[in-house]
């Protein structure tokens, strides 16, 4: 059994669905019960008064397709338990319902990527505790 290396997923109450979500290998986002719009992570709506303490927004599953908005391809490792997986791609998705997400992008040459490339998300189950959403091109 291999041991995972890298730093684990920093969890706290307004968070901790989410990652649960994950583990289940649903996409969760905040969405707004009055009207509709999407957020992540946590914020109150653009569109209209909000309840107090964030009361008009739920965890709602997504559909974890998007495309690449901005990348970069890492050739340095600043923690050691990212040295074998250097290069790595860090990448902010467009989801398709609108927020912006920081992740990897798996599954694909890290030079092959491109700038509005389709990706969808891919459950990375790292421990039987943890799950990490990477994206990776869509169909692959
Ligand atoms: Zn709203």
């Known amino acids: 059994m291999s041991t995972?290396?890298?730093?684990?997923?920093?969890?706290?109450?307004?968070?901790?669905?989410?990652w649960e979500g994950f583990k289940q290998h649903k996409f969760l986002l905040f969405r707004c019960k009055k009207c509709g719009a999407w957020y992540w992570p946590k914020s109150f709506c653009r569109n209209?008064?909000?309840?107090?303490?964030?009361?008009d927004l739920e965890w709602t599953e997504a559909s974890g397709k998007g495309k690449v908005f901005a990348f970069n391809?890492?050739?340095m490792a600043f923690h050691p338990g990212f040295q074998p997986d250097i290069p790595y791609v860090y990448a902010?998705?467009?989801?398709d319902e609108g927020p912006l997400f920081g992740t990897n992008i798996v599954g694909i040459d890290p030079h092959q990527i491109?700038?509005?490339?389709?990706?969808?998300?891919s459950y990375d189950d790292i421990t039987p505790e943890w799950t990490l959403p990477k994206f990776k091109p869509v169909g692959k």
């Open 4 to 18: 995972y290396t890298k730093p684990l997923p920093n969890v706290d109450d307004d968070s901790r669905p989410q």
């Open 114 to 121: 491109k700038v509005g490339m389709a990706v969808e998300v």
């Open 73 to 75: 391809i890492h050739h």
């Open 48 to 55: 209209h008064e909000n309840a107090p303490m964030f009361g």
């Open 92 to 95: 902010l998705v467009e989801l």
